[in-house]
Structures are given as C-alpha cells and as structure tokens.
C-alpha cells in the first residue's frame, strides 16, 4: 500500500512563497499522474493542481493559475508544488496523491497522507 508523505507547509506572509514536497513509499509512483490537493477548515478537499507521468502536461485550479507551479522529478520526490505570491485564502492542509488518468483533478489512491499545513496571513 502506498504511503504519502508531504512536506514543506508553514506559516507565511501573503504575498511569500513555499514549495511542498511529496514523499512515498510502498509504490513507485513514477509512472502515474500526480496531484496537490487542499482542504481549507470547513471545506472540502478541492484539486490544485496535476502533472502527466512525464512531466509534458500541467493542470490547474483556475484559483491558483500563474502563481502555483506543480513539477516532478520522477528520480526524486514524485511531485513538487512551488506557490507563489500567496494569499489568505491559500491556507489550508495540502495533500498529495496520485490522480485519475479520466480526470485529472479526482485522486486516485483513497488513503492520504496527513498532509503539510499552509497559513497564509494577511
């Protein structure tokens, strides 16, 4: 089964930067679509953003469009998530998970990770 571990969520002034990391283990998630998530408090969990297995194809909520960028670097973490320019809306805990190759904003895997906590503060 695999295990997702992300990282790099912290507090930050909008208008900061971060860049989340995600680790697994159990599975090599190479081959697979790739994805960020985030669940706001008392919301639901929403898609962010996706990657193709190799790397050619990019998805995004309209909401973070020009200001989030999602990589991966299939001989390291499977996917990265650099956030620019963030606002207080941003903050919510992030997850990773692999992504449905039909629909690349619906997650994969039903089990996730605890996810990296973004605060944004205005």
């Known amino acids: 089964q695999v295990q997702l571990v992300e990282s790099g969520g912290g507090l930050v002034q909008a208008g900061g930067s971060l860049r989340l990391s995600c680790a697994a283990s159990?599975?090599?998630?190479?081959?697979?679509?790739m994805g960020w998530f985030r669940q706001a408090p008392g919301k639901e969990r929403e898609f962010v953003a996706a990657i193709n297995w190799s790397g050619g194809t990019t998805y995004y909520a309209d909401s973070v469009k020009g200001r989030f960028t999602i990589s991966k670097d299939n001989a390291k973490n499977p996917v990265d998530l650099q956030m620019n320019n963030l606002k207080p809306e941003t903050t919510a805990v992030y997850y990773c998970?692999?992504?449905?190759?039909?629909?690349?904003?619906?997650?994969?895997?039903?089990?996730w990770g605890q996810g990296t906590q973004v605060t944004v503060s205005s």
């Open positions: 159990g599975r090599t998630l190479s081959s697979y679509r």
């Open positions: 998970n692999a992504c449905l190759m039909t629909i690349p904003s619906r997650p994969l895997f039903r089990t």
